[in-house]
């Protein structure tokens, strides 16, 4: 069975020859996987009334413990949200009355950003709707596959400067 990258790969194998176009192979299928991925998860964040960046942030204040609370610029650092993104995603989460913004405790200047009991019932809800996702899309592997694969991706990402902080 051959799937649309090896398509691609046989393409280019005939119109250029000369060239080693074998990363195509897996930045190819990455993308592919990407695209096919977003738009389950997007179906799955959808049903809960969220979007991607909206589920990481509630995901990540709720994920922190209690108190569910974290300044703006910790909740970037360990969300999936750009900086660019993270005052407009705060809005309109704050507007639905998912996360509140107080004065920061520990710095007069700041704010933190909490869950409200709102927003982690909402996360609590589409979390477990969220693995389920996950784990639909991954039932072709078996735990060893994922296992190996999740630590390819790793040792990738990590030569790419992945890295925690």
């Not at 005052?87 to 869950?115: F, H, I, K």
């Not at 709707?129 to 039932?139: F, S």
Request: aromatic share 4%.
């Amino acid at each position: 069975m051959a799937d649309h990258v090896d398509r691609i790969l046989e393409q280019w194998a005939a119109e250029r020859p000369d060239l080693d176009v074998s990363p195509m192979a897996v930045i190819g299928r990455l993308s592919r996987l990407s695209q096919l991925i977003s738009a389950q998860l997007r179906e799955t964040f959808a049903a809960h009334g969220l979007d991607r960046p909206s589920f990481d942030v509630l995901a990540t204040l709720r994920r922190n413990g209690p108190p569910y609370r974290l300044t703006p610029a910790r909740l970037m650092r360990s969300a999936m949200v750009t900086s660019g993104a993270i005052t407009q995603r705060l809005d309109r989460l704050e507007s639905r009355g998912l996360v509140v913004r107080t004065p920061s405790a520990s710095d007069g200047r700041g704010v933190d950003v909490a869950l409200t009991d709102e927003g982690m019932a909402l996360i609590d809800r589409a979390l477990p709707d969220h693995v389920d996702t996950e784990h639909r899309l991954l039932a072709a592997l078996t735990p060893a596959q994922r296992e190996v694969f999740a630590g390819t991706l790793r040792d990738l990402l990590e030569s790419l400067g992945d890295t925690v902080d």
